[in-house]
């Protein structure tokens, strides 16, 4: 995993803010599950701002809950699921 940079090789995952409902379909649970997983963690993660959590609280939610099975990769007009094996 790669912490967003200004150049970008393709094919890596650029970690950046992202929001409570791309959380909760990247870990592929409802936004409510999610929800309530993050009100157990919140004095560590720490509130977002905003709709965003930001990159270092989004690092530690991988940390914490470990890297989700389903990534959203975007492309342009595209936007492609991808799936940890």
């Known amino acids: 995993m790669k912490e967003q940079k200004g150049s970008e090789r393709q094919g890596d995952f650029v ?3 992202f929001t409570h409902k791309q959380l909760a379909q990247m870990y592929g649970v409802s936004w409510l ?3 309530n997983w993050m009100k157990k963690v919140e004095n560590e ?3 977002k701002t905003g709709h965003f959590y930001h990159v270092h609280q989004v690092k ?9 099975k389903q990534f959203i990769i975007s492309t342009g007009d595209i936007e492609e699921q991808i799936f940890k094996i």
């Not at 530690?60 to 989700?68: C, N, S």
Request: charged letters at 15%; a positive charge.
């Open 45 to 47: 993660v720490g509130k």
């Open 33 to 35: 599950t999610f929800q």
């Open 60 to 68: 530690k939610i991988f940390q914490i809950f470990g890297l989700p």
């Open 15 to 17: 970690l950046k803010a």
